[in-house]
């Protein structure tokens, strides 16, 4: 994968955070600070996206007849079957 070098300006007080997260030892540099940033925006940027897939497509179906036991008791059941 290749690599591209970006030049950002923070606040001292960024940079003082960025410092301090490095400091602790869960990361080895800025660099790899930021790109944990990044990855967990993207994360949390396509979860949403899926989500608001979800629903749309419930929105789409329409109304239902079952009562919310009936419709818990089937994602209960659709859960299990999932995960065993």
Avoid: C, H
Avoid at 16 to 35: A, I, L, M, P, R
Avoid at 53 to 79: H, L, N, V, Y
């Amino acid at each position: 994968m290749s690599m591209q070098r970006k030049i950002i300006t923070i606040t001292d007080q960024m940079e003082s955070w960025v410092k301090s997260q490095v400091d602790s030892g869960k990361y080895e540099n800025d660099s790899e600070y930021f790109q944990d940033l990044l990855r967990r925006d993207q994360e949390k940027r396509e979860a949403e996206t899926r989500l608001r897939f979800m629903f749309d497509e419930a929105e789409s179906s329409g109304i239902s007849d079952r009562t919310p036991q009936e419709i818990w008791k089937e994602a209960e059941a659709r859960f299990a079957e999932k995960n065993g």
